[in-house]
């Protein structure tokens, strides 16, 4: 079968750094996204990463490891308006529905002064 | 401002009725996604397009319906409406390899 997890909430300070986990297992790997959605909101891109390492884009960074199925989402000098639910999704190997996305249940992380 | 809209943005509706959400978008991309979303279970594929005319199901197809005659528009129909739909709606669209890019969603309650 196909699963992705990711913690269900996290908690972190004002001004700290914060490391949202992502484990996949999946028919086909070609590529892992990351989104933000804000309460009430629609999903929002953040990165993609479809190559093994680590992809910066201001405070945020993600890593990935295709070997052993996992990704992290990195936020730097968090701030209270990255208070907000991060999805991991994978998007399956081939063809047809096998490209399509398939997503994690999100991790809800509140940002605390 | 991500190129695409959904209407109605709200919709409360019986049990038993027909129901149609739309989706259209600026960008001319060849494929678009119908997502529902709920507490507990993420974002779950409904059904999608890869063109006009073009479409298939997704991971939670039953009771759900969809129709392209535009690149531009993509509408999603309930035929019978059951509580177990009540749910928010998103539609994306996105290009093969690429991101997607989700519409600001439908918050469909079926009494």
């Known amino acids: 079968g196909q699963n992705i997890d990711q913690p269900t909430e996290m908690t972190a300070t004002e001004g700290a750094i914060v490391q949202i986990n992502c484990t996949y297992q999946t028919s086909g790997f070609n590529g892992l996204f990351w989104y933000q959605q804000h309460a009430g909101e629609a999903p929002t891109f953040l990165s993609y990463?479809?190559?093994?390492g680590l992809e910066e884009k201001g405070r945020f960074s993600s890593f990935l490891s295709r070997s052993k199925g996992y990704s992290y989402l990195l936020l730097k000098e968090l701030q209270m308006k990255d208070s907000a639910s991060y999805l991991c999704?994978?998007?399956?190997?081939?063809?047809?529905?096998?490209?399509?996305?398939?997503f994690g249940k999100g991790t809800k992380l509140s940002v605390k002064p | 401002d991500a190129g695409i809209t959904q209407s109605p943005r709200h919709k409360v509706t019986e049990t038993g009725t027909p129901v149609t959400l739309r989706c259209h978008q600026t960008?001319?991309?060849?494929?678009m996604y119908w997502y529902r979303q709920d507490p507990g279970h993420g974002l779950r594929l409904i059904h999608y397009s890869y063109g006009v005319k073009d479409t298939d199901k997704g991971e939670v197809s039953d009771g759900y319906s969809v129709s392209r005659s535009k690149t531009e528009d993509f509408l999603l129909t309930l035929e019978s409406a059951t509580s177990s739909q009540t749910s928010v709606y998103f539609c994306a669209r996105g290009r093969v390899d690429y991101e997607q890019y989700f519409g600001p969603g439908t918050r469909l309650t079926v009494t």
């Open positions: 960008e001319n991309h060849r494929y």
């Open positions: 999704a994978v998007r399956g190997g081939g063809g047809g529905s096998q490209g399509n996305l398939i």
């Open positions: 990463n479809v190559l093994d």
